[in-house]
């Protein structure tokens, strides 16, 4: 769980002296005490100066009069000052300086910090990449009851970063940052129950976290939430509410929520079935590089299922699928150059795609392979690599590879059957090896 910078997220802060809308008297007088040198008041007066509260909004002028503070030793100063470079707003963007100002600030004891400076350890930005001065300064926060420096220690005891991976220690601190609210912790303590991964698996109380961090609007508790439904535990199973939960988190962007929306689209499940809508959640989730989707939106173009019938839109978008490694679009594309849908025709091609897929195991690819062996297409004829491959087809539950294997003995000698046998139980060594 990689952190951000979380000096993009933590406000300045508010002013000691004033209130949220300053008058004209009160700008005066905090303008009065920043001139004689009052590190609050600077701080203060960059602050109205920053935000625009009651003056035209002046960065310089802000960055100016947080500086004065920051230097005076003011830890909230340093702190905003220490953001403004993170941000690179008014001044050029400089992490180092960035590092520089929140340590004088966490060392002081400001939370937001000691957070941010963990942050920048945790992703190397403006310092050396170093977990365990992570963990040191997350620990800080977290020990004053700070929600995001206990949802980032959680993070780094789960991962294992910067001290050893402790499922039940990072429980520990994600519990203590839900019970603050912290969506993200709620949904990472969604995910311990679930799993009963440094918590006895308990989908209900997965169920009751994924809900606080999903009406908080937390796009991946929503999708979980969404899936808990759609198999029914922990809750009721309810497709219905599955779809609301998904469609929540997919309209956020989350692209395994658009995947599944599009997948309960094309078979009616919770809605009535809608391929057009189901093309629309499945390409969402293609653009964004999500190779289900993208294999989804091929089969949709081959088949012409809420779409025109086009192969070679199938092909494309079958072939970004099929590079990531999804086994049915590299089977789906070896049928396509085997038989010229939306490609020229090539045989060759077709084996390559074909072995791909069947050596992730996958049975109507190892069937398709071991025919093309069987009828020398695309690669020399061999009966004993067809049996080999059409005879794991089978293993795998595909039904017309056993008539196939049947046929081809009659054709093969006892030897050449023993050996092709021994060749597919040393296969399935190796992949359960895996």
């Not at 839900?178 to 989908?203: F, I, K, V």
Request: with cysteine; proline share 2%.
């Amino acid at each position: 769980m990689k952190s951000i910078v979380l000096a993009l997220l933590i406000s300045i802060g508010t002013p000691i002296y004033l209130a949220a809308h300053a008058q004209d008297n009160d700008l005066q007088s905090v303008t009065e005490l920043a001139m004689q040198g009052d590190a609050g008041a600077q701080f203060n007066l960059g602050s109205i100066y920053y935000n625009g509260r009651g003056v035209t909004q002046d960065i310089k002028t802000a960055i100016k009069w947080i500086k004065s503070a920051a230097d005076q030793g003011h830890a909230r100063a340093q702190f905003a000052l220490g953001t403004i470079c993170a941000i690179g707003q008014g001044v050029p963007q400089d992490y180092k300086a960035t590092v520089k100002w929140y340590r004088l600030s966490a060392k002081q004891g400001h939370a937001g910090a000691q957070i941010n400076l963990g942050s920048m350890y945790n992703n190397g930005r403006g310092v050396p990449q170093d977990y365990k001065a992570a963990v040191k300064w997350y620990e800080m926060a977290a020990k004053q009851g700070f929600a995001v420096g206990q949802f980032s220690l959680g993070g780094m005891y789960s991962s294992g970063r910067g001290v050893p991976q402790d499922h039940k220690a990072a429980v520990k601190w994600f519990r203590l940052a839900a019970e603050q609210g912290h969506a993200g912790a709620q949904t990472n303590l969604g995910a311990r129950y679930g799993s009963g991964q440094g918590a006895p698996q308990d989908y209900k109380a997965a169920v009751k976290w994924y809900r606080m961090a999903a009406e908080q609007g937390n796009a991946r508790s929503q999708f979980n939430l969404g899936t808990m439904y759609d198999s029914g535990r922990g809750v009721p199973q309810d497709h219905k509410a599955a779809v609301q939960w998904y469609r929540l988190a997919a309209e956020q962007g989350l692209v395994e929520a658009q995947y599944n929306l599009g997948g309960i689209y094309s078979s009616g499940r919770g809605v009535p079935q809608n391929y057009k809508a189901a093309v629309k959640w499945l390409r969402l989730a293609a653009e964004q590089g999500h190779a289900g989707g993208q294999f989804g939106l091929g089969f949709r173009y081959s088949s012409g299922l809420g779409v025109s019938l086009d192969h070679k839109a199938a092909v494309e978008w079958y072939r970004l699928a099929a590079e990531q490694g999804h086994a049915r679009a590299q089977s789906s594309l070896g049928i396509g150059y085997g038989n010229g849908l939306g490609v020229f025709q090539d045989s060759k091609t077709a084996v390559k795609w074909h072995k791909m897929a069947a050596e992730q195991g996958f049975a109507q690819a190892q069937f398709n392979l071991g025919t093309m062996y069987k009828f020398g297409e695309g690669v020399p004829q061999n009966y004993k690599a067809a049996h080999m491959w059409i005879s794991l087809a089978d293993y795998n539950g595909y039904l017309v590879a056993s008539g196939s294997l049947g046929v081809l003995s009659k054709k093969m000698t006892p030897t050449q059957i023993a050996e092709a046998q021994e060749m597919a139980a040393e296969w399935l060594r190796n992949f359960e090896l895996r």
